[in-house]
């Protein structure tokens, strides 16, 4: 808690560094920032976990394999036309671009890696690190060599903050999305035919497919964009839209595509179907039980609130072998991700730091 002051500023320094998705230099910049970090705690890189475009890795001198794996992500999923939120604080939040998402779990991190070289125990737990840049891109780059790092560790840590209400993640579901495209005939307005023109007939498919949802299975399809093209003083002869699944059993994947595309070929109009990316779930097991067990162990010793949680959203926790206990949303409680309004709690960024250099420092006396 006397190091409050100290965590808040060095929040605050990092949510000026601008690091959205699209923004490579950014991106660049933010990873060799963290980098220098870590290096001044005498972590070292990971050559062959590393491509220097979208992740890097990094290690304490005893390593990782079968030790802990910290993964966060750098880049800020929010659009290129969104005004920048520049930092700005309450009695109970902070505020600024990206605080939540990203920042706030990294500061606490390198607070808590900190406190351990600072007693001189950091070097003897095998730990890593690992950040990437393509969390807006759905991990498109960074998947393989998320998936190959978590297969050294014996524990992972997913740096996504904590929900309201003290919550850590042990499941989260898998999100597919898709681009759909519907091509009809082009039309003048008035004029007559036995079938409605394309965008009449795609809002029609749009409540059928939606309509797919089910609570039972745990699975989710809605639309989340759709544009038109028209000839001038024409009515619209395309529709393209982007559909999201949410799923927690890929089984139910397949069956769910089948008749989304018995729905779509009921029209008068031409369609093409296409996924275009994919995160697998974290599903809960008994491993991760175990592992958020331990963190609520600690919290309440300290008298830290923490609650188990599933999740409607992926994360990278979804790329962890099944066989490697894995635990999500550690970082300090945050609201409103990728809004505006974006804020962490300030005693929650204090506590999940105690909390997380107290587990790290139980694990150096195993």
Partial sequence: AQQRDAIERRLQEWVSVSSRTYDPVGNRSAIKKIGKELEEIKMRPVEELSDKRSVMTWETKAGFDGGILFIGHMDVPVDRNTPNQLFRRDPEWLYGEGIGASRAPLVMLTFALRALRNRRVLQKIPLGVLYYSDEGRDCRYSAEIIQKAAARAGRVMVLRPGSLNDKIMVQRRGQRKYLLTLEGKSRRLGQYAKTPEVLLQACGKFLELSNLSSRKER???????????AYPMLLPHRVTANLMLSYLDPKNVTALEEKMR???????????????????????????????????????????????????????????????????????????????????????LIQRTLLMAQFLSREWKK
């Fill in 219 to 229: 699975v989710a399809l809605s639309v989340t964009d759709i544009q038109t093209d």
């Fill in 262 to 348: 018995e729905i779509l070929s009921g029209g008068a109009f031409r369609f093409n179907l296409e996924s275009i990316s994919d995160r697998p779930p974290m599903k809960e097991r008994r491993h991760n039980l175990r592992l958020a067990k331990k963190l609520a162990s600690i919290a309440d010793q300290w008298e830290i609130p923490l609650i188990q949680e599933s999740s409607v959203w992926p994360s990278a926790g979804g790329l962890v072998p099944a066989r490697v206990p894995v635990v999500c949303g550690v970082g300090p409680v945050a609201k409103d991700l990728y809004t505006p309004q974006e804020g962490v709690s300030r005693s929650s």
